[in-house]
């Protein structure tokens, strides 16, 4: 079940839809997107490979998310591991400090179909990649009704994987 974030201080951008064409553009959604949560952040991808998920601004878009709230949650799921392990070596680092609020799925064998990438942020705002070996995307901000079954869609997905990438220092989950 997806539920609502409670109500928080931060101004909530205007509802806005918007179609994205190119990688840069995602990288940039994505980055904003982290700058607007507050409770729980949601990923699923390929293998996080094409969006900007091993630079340090975005390692630093994650630890100011994951410091916002002791209650905040960042769980990311993807069918393939190995980019994440050789390539991400911050988003590592943070997963060791911050593994009581991340965690690093693998998808089971019921989700390795799915071909679009999703990020959910506070169950307002989200960014779909209609296809991983495509650009294009839909980036949404202040659109709970509209984000509900991309929400719906990554729990879909969640409930087939399993621990991949574990916060201890022997990558043990």
């Known amino acids: 079940m997806v539920t609502s974030p409670p109500p928080t201080d931060a101004p909530t951008p205007p509802a806005e839809e918007r179609r994205l064409a190119t ?3 995602q ?3 994505i980055d904003a997107l982290l700058a607007l949560g507050t409770q729980r952040v949601l990923v699923f991808d390929r293998d996080l490979a094409d969006t900007g998920w091993d630079g340090a601004q975005r390692a630093e878009g994650v630890k100011a998310f994951l410091r916002r709230s002791r209650n905040a949650e960042l ?3 993807v069918h393939d591991t190995r980019f994440l392990a050789a390539s991400c070596p911050r988003l590592l680092a ?3 400090v911050y593994g009581h609020a991340m965690a690093v799925w693998r998808t089971g064998a019921e989700a390795r179909a799915a071909n679009d990438a999703l990020l959910v942020v506070d169950a307002r705002h989200a960014l779909h990649r209609y296809h991983v070996d495509q650009p294009r995307a839909t980036l949404l901000t202040s659109m ?8 719906e869609r990554f729990e879909e997905i969640w409930a087939t994987g399993e ?3 574990g916060g201890s220092t022997l990558g043990l989950g």
């Open 27 to 29: 990288r940039e959604a």
């Open 144 to 151: 709970p009704q509209a984000v509900r079954p991309l929400a």
């Open 75 to 77: 769980r990311i799921i």
């Open 23 to 25: 990688l840069a553009e």
């Open 94 to 96: 943070l997963l060791r």
């Open 163 to 165: 621990p991949a990438i």
